[in-house]
């Protein structure tokens, strides 16, 4: 099982910058994935970006293409998520995901970290 610890949320101003980090501890196979997974009040969880652990392809939702990138650091077994352009819509809490590629990219991975809260003022 792969434990994950997230930071780097908080408050800012739409059109501002905020970057997550998700610090993996635990082995990460060849064939992982992590991710990142946002909820809003009310909705359900939603995938935003993703990346293959070995090869760094990289995924994303539509409504975060051009605006966040996601990117790892091998050596550190950290995922970052940089978050450009925030606007109120992408409020939420997000939530670090890891485990076989397969199970990311379709919302059921087998590791998930406790959250963290971004909000995004208008």
């Known amino acids: 099982q792969v434990q994950?610890?997230?930071?780097?949320?908080?408050?800012?101003q739409a059109g501002g910058s905020l970057r997550l980090s998700c610090a993996a501890?635990?082995?990460?196979?060849?064939?992982?994935?992590?991710?990142?997974?946002?909820?809003?009040?009310?909705?359900?969880?939603?995938?935003?970006?993703?990346i293959s652990?070995?090869?760094?392809?990289?995924?994303y939702a539509d409504s975060v293409k051009g605006r966040f990138t996601i990117?790892?650091?091998n050596g550190k077994k950290?995922?970052?998520l940089q978050m450009n352009s925030l606007k109120p819509e992408d409020t939420a809490v997000y939530y670090c995901?890891?485990?076989?590629?397969?199970?990311?990219?379709v919302g059921t991975p087998s590791?998930?970290?406790?959250?963290?809260?971004?909000?995004?003022?208008p």
Not at 4 to 12: F, Q, R
Not at 33 to 42: D, H, I, L, V
């Open 71 to 73: 990117s790892r650091d």
């Open 25 to 50: 501890s635990g082995r990460l196979f060849s064939s992982y994935a992590m991710g990142w997974f946002r909820q809003a009040p009310g909705k359900e969880r939603e995938f935003v970006a993703g």
């Open 97 to 105: 995901a890891a485990g076989p590629r397969s199970t990311v990219f």
């Open 4 to 12: 994950l610890v997230e930071s780097g949320g908080g408050l800012v």
């Open 78 to 80: 950290t995922v970052y």
């Open 111 to 121: 590791s998930w970290g406790q959250g963290t809260q971004v909000i995004v003022s």
């Open 53 to 59: 652990w070995t090869d760094g392809m990289t995924y």
